[in-house]
T-cell receptor
Framework: QKEVEQDPGPLSVPEGAIVSLNCTYSNSAFQYFMWYRQYSRKGPELLMY????GNKEDGRFTAQVDKSSKYISLFIRDSQPSDSATYLC???????????FGSGTKLNVKP | EADIYQTPRYLVIGTGKKITLECSQT?????MYWYQQDPGMELHLIHY???????EKGDLSSESTVSRIRTEHFPLTLESARPSHTSQYLC??????????????FGEGSRLTVL
């Protein structure tokens, strides 16, 4: 069983839509939860970071963690064509040497 | 923008050749990593380093080797490439202390094709 499960998509939405991206995980020891965005032919870059449970908002992006359900989400409001990318969730225990990544969800926002 | 560079970006070689993928960062980060990324699959850690003269194998078994002689440089070498080594290789770095995110800064990747 994979440590982190993520729907690969692709997910195609019209510009302006609200997008919901999700990951589930099996290890209850995970405390740090991250979302990386990866544009085509580029390396991933950190988009959002959350510690433990709760919500975190940054502009059009909201990261949500539900540790009781072992479920994390990334919401994108007013999606733009420039949001078209692959979104990777990642998580770790307090040991930052080991990150567990999801397989990524490819998002396409159509103008 | 992250100051971490990988060369070559693309490489097509024949079976049995020796290759070295270069990775350099100018951020002074102590920790560096090599990940392997295949389409539709999660990133797999193949090597990491805590600092100079420190190297460790990651979760995914790999026939590659790494070295860390200088803080800024973390090359990956395959002595004899095989078609099964065809993949994208991502180098990353992070701070050892002073941050509570452990953010990974990635290079743009080296896409290796072995014929």
């Amino acid at each position: 069983q994979k440590e982190v499960e993520q729907d690969p998509g692709p997910l195609s939405v019209p510009e302006g839509a609200i997008v919901s991206l999700n990951c589930t995980y099996s290890n209850s020891a995970f405390q740090y939860f991250m979302w990386y965005r990866q544009y085509s032919r580029k390396g991933p870059e950190l988009l959002m970071y959350t510690y433990s449970s709760g919500n975190k908002e940054d502009g059009r992006f909201t990261a949500q963690v539900d540790k009781s359900s072992k479920y994390i989400s990334l919401f994108i409001r007013d999606s733009q064509p420039s949001d078209s990318a692959t979104y990777l969730c990642a998580m770790s225990v307090y040991n930052f040497n080991k990150f567990y990544f999801g397989s990524g969800t490819k998002l396409n926002v159509k103008p | 923008e992250a100051d971490i560079y990988q060369t070559p970006r693309y490489l097509v070689i024949g079976t049995g050749k020796k290759i070295t993928l270069e990775c350099s960062q100018t951020m002074g980060h102590d920790k560096m990593y090599w990940y392997q990324q295949d389409p539709g699959m999660e990133l797999h850690l193949i090597h990491y380093s805590y600092g100079v003269n420190s190297t460790e194998k990651g979760d995914l078994s790999s026939e590659s080797t790494v070295s860390r002689i200088r803080t800024e440089h973390f090359p990956l070498t395959l002595e004899s490439a095989r078609p099964s080594h065809t993949s994208q290789y991502l180098c990353a770095s992070s701070e050892w202390e002073g941050t509570n995110t452990g953010e990974l800064f990635f290079g743009e990747g080296s896409r290796l094709t072995v014929l």
